[in-house]
């Protein structure tokens, strides 16, 4: 599944540099988190204002110093609550990379095997009054910030001290039964047709064979783990990629619009200032 990259965020991770970072303010054209999933572990922490996140199993509202932690292959998505104020960090690991097996990792390497293969789950919420493992994090975002000399090998350092404290305080749980898993792994279907099909004509139908459901129960199921109907959420995808699109390409309105799905420009406009309360010229000429 594609990760909505923005241009300068090539790809996630390498062998030689297994993280990924993201600094997120208003101005940026993924303000908002489209629902989602990635084989990576995603750490999210809040410096400014209020993030929601949706996660599969429970809603968290991240105040300022707070961290999430988001478990490889599980479906999130958010949004800040305020219109400009919130500013967030992003740090994706692959950790089946960093956790390599070796000398340094073999002390662990049950409970390491364990993480890996979704048998424990890290806990998902860290409020700031959580500092030893907020600091760490903290730490960790700086390195990627501001680069200094040496970050590379510092980083991977607080990577294995972030995860020592994690065991240390058995900030873990045993992973929900497989029946719980399931129910997930059809949203999953649905949301790679999405990212990989949304300049196509997709129908409602469409959406509900890739879960191979009815399209009534479909769309209660999709809205009880998105708090979406499936044709919003594509509409809000469209406008998303669009938002991209927008900030990075000088291709003109109607070109985006045909780009992401749309086939008349003054309905894309029309749904574009609907999600993003400014019409797209209005997105392109604005002074954030």
């Known amino acids: 599944m594609k990760f ?6 090539q790809r996630h991770g ?7 970072f993201y600094h997120v303010t208003y101005i940026h054209p993924r303000y908002t988190m489209p629902y989602h999933w990635h084989p990576l572990c995603e750490i999210v922490h809040v410096f400014s204002g209020h993030f929601r996140l949706q996660l599969e199993d429970c809603e968290l509202l991240l105040s300022p110093g707070d961290s999430a932690f988001i478990s490889s292959g599980v479906t ?3 949004a800040p609550l305020e219109a400009q104020s919130c500013c967030y960090e992003c740090l994706l690991m692959d950790l089946d990379t960093i956790f390599q097996s070796g000398s340094s990792t073999r002390v662990y390497e049950h409970k390491i095997f364990d993480l890996l293969n979704q048998k424990i789950l890290i806990h998902n919420y860290f409020p700031a ?5 907020n600091d760490i994090l903290c730490s960790m975002l700086d390195l990627l910030r501001f680069k200094p000399e040496g970050y590379t090998l510092l ?6 001290l972030l995860f020592g404290q994690l065991f240390q305080n058995h900030f873990y749980s045993e992973a929900p039964a497989l029946s719980t898993q399931k129910k997930v792994l059809h949203l999953k279907d649905v949301l790679t047709f999405i990212d990989e099909h949304y300049a196509e004509d997709i129908r409602l139908s469409d959406l509900a064979a890739c879960a191979n459901m009815n399209g009534n129960y479909f769309c209660r199921y999709f809205r009880e783990l998105t ?4 044709l919003d959420y594509l509409n809000y995808y469209r406008v998303e990629a669009a938002c991209e699109q927008l900030s990075y390409t000088n291709k003109t309105i109607t070109e985006i619009a045909f780009d992401c ?3 008349d420009a003054s309905y894309f406009v029309k749904v574009f200032k609907r999600y993003k309360n400014i019409t797209p010229s209005e997105y392109t000429r604005a002074d954030f």
Do not use: K, M, N, V
Request: negative net charge; glycine residues 12%; proline residues 9%.
């Open 261 to 263: 799905g749309f086939h």
């Open 76 to 78: 999130h998505g958010g």
């Open 14 to 20: 390498s062998q030689d540099f297994p993280y990924f």
């Open 227 to 230: 708090h979406r109907t499936p």
């Open 129 to 133: 009054a959580c500092t030893q493992i």
């Open 4 to 9: 909505l990259d923005y241009p300068e965020q």
């Open 155 to 160: 980083l991977q350092g607080y990577t294995f």
